[in-house]
């Protein structure tokens, strides 16, 4: 006898009771029906029998697609066998279950229904004596019956609703799919009402807060990851934060957070979770399993908005690097040890998996963007020397992402570079010469300004690695510009993102200016704060063109 097809805890049950349950899946009924008398008693006849819930999902064919012996939340679907309709559809499944207690269905019951997105759960409550009890409306083992189904998220958070106890033969005489319709019309309401492009991804952020960490930094951090994923082109649901000593092994939050994520994602019809922090391949694995939706963490997602933003050759070759070297380790699988290219005793066999192929396609790959970049900092390397040989000084602007450094190399030499309020909205260096007239002397003088890829805190090393071409722009400059946005209330905090970033590169300039941005929209607070910490920087407004003949004077200076 297979019991392959029934779920949940099967221990201690005969073969006789196993070919019943087996015997379930040859039931049908009507798709206009939720259930038939018939197959409730009859589920509920077994469930008395092996004194366990019982669970049978039938499908809108009214076919039995699934049966487990345990509660809603213990045999559940999981996430990536369901469809995926979208926020606006419920799962097209629905769940027959027994419970041996007269209660109405527990919050576990009610989430697992929530996290399957199912079209309905009923529950039938059993008479407990394990006798069959006639009369009282057809009821056979059957004292009530519960109906619930989900709604659209109300203001109070309420997901579901709960009928008041039924006798069995109401639940039969309920037009099913005139709910289903009725539910899913509102739910497509509400959808509609949210003015979400069906383009656009619908993310849940999830924040972790360590024992190492303020609160202050906790939520700059959440604060700024808002911000990639809106640069990225999501459309951010909600954000979901938890306190914790260390990072779960596994999946990073706790299990009981994971429940709730994953709860989130059905109900508001998320289809990317994006964490804070740096997940493990495993940890990623493990919580789109649980999820049923892709997740993402911070270093995807700056790596995707580089994807976007990338425009020349250069810039498009650096980004593919990264996103190959952040994607090799998390392809499934055993690794290296799975190659079989290697000859010698346990290295035959029948030929490389699919998966090896992948990461053998990928390492070779990775390999030519790499000889790639390396020609790449050699034709800098030799464009740089010329204009050394010309004796014409070069100022690297710098900053953290979004500063104004485009604004301003726009403002100083009527450049045409892209710019946008946006994290990261230009990548490629771009360099500009501006001419100054000094005021002592009378004559002009020529310096070279290059724009930089923005930093940002806790950059990916891969991002580093991969733009080492760009960021070379700044160990050969003669001096850096570093520009701030005085308007953003991190400001300190980025400045020494910055620095602990070009602490890190070799042969950084020692002239260094700083330039704070966005006077005309910081707070008189943080204007003051920064004349009195910072005595010897400019400050401007790159946008409305404020104070630039006083950075004009000190670059003559430099």
Known sequence: ???????????????????????????????????????????????????????????????????????????????????????????????????????????????????????????????????????????????????????????????????PPQKIGEITEQDFLDLID????????????????????????????????TAQKFQDSLQELALLVNSAGGNILATIEQKRSNPHPQTLVGAGKVEEIALQVQTLGANLVAFDQELSPAQVRNLELQFGVRVVDRTEVILDIFAQRAQSGAGKLQVELAQLEYMLPRLTGRGVAMSRLGGGIGTRGPGETKLETERRAIQKRITRLQQEVNQLQNHRSRLRQQRQQNEIPSVAIVGYTNAGKSTLINALTNAEVYTADQLFATLDPTTRRLTIKDNNTGESRTILLTDTVGFIHELPPPLVDSFRATLEEVTEADALLHVVDLSHPTWKSQINSVKAILADMPLTPNLELIVFNKIDKADIEYLETAKNDYPQAVFISAQKRLGLETLRTRLVSF
């Not at 196993?18 to 015997?23: A, G, T, V």
């Not at 269905?105 to 996290?115: F, N, V």
């Not at 509609?192 to 993310?203: C, E, L, M, P, Y």
Request: glycine content about 8%; charged content about 20%; proline content about 5%.
């Open 1 to 163: 006898m297979t019991t392959e097809n029934i779920y949940g805890n099967l221990q201690g049950l005969k073969p006789s009771q196993l070919k019943q349950l087996q015997k379930l899946y040859h039931q049908h009924i009507r798709s206009d029906r939720l259930t038939t008398t018939e197959l409730a008693e009859r589920i509920a006849a077994i469930s008395t029998d092996i004194k366990q819930p019982l669970c049978v999902y039938l499908n809108r064919r009214g076919q039995v697609i699934r049966v487990g012996v345990g509660t809603p939340r213990q045999t559940q679907i999981p996430p990536l066998e369901l469809p995926r309709y979208g926020v606006q559809r419920l799962s097209g499944i629905r769940c027959l279950a027994t419970s041996l207690k007269p209660i109405p269905p527990s919050e576990a019951c009610l989430t697992a229904m929530a996290r399957q997105r199912l079209d309905a759960l009923v529950m039938f409550t059993l008479t407990g004596s394990g006798v069959l009890r006639k009369g009282g409306g057809g009821s056979g083992f059957i004292e009530n019956a519960y109906l619930a189904h989900l709604l659209p998220v109300q203001e109070d958070d309420t997901y579901w609703e709960v009928s």
């Open 182 to 213: 009725s539910l899913e019309a509102e739910f497509s309401r509400e959808f509609i009402a949210q003015n979400v492009s069906s383009q656009q991804d619908r993310v849940l952020l999830v924040g972790l807060m360590t024992a190492k960490m």
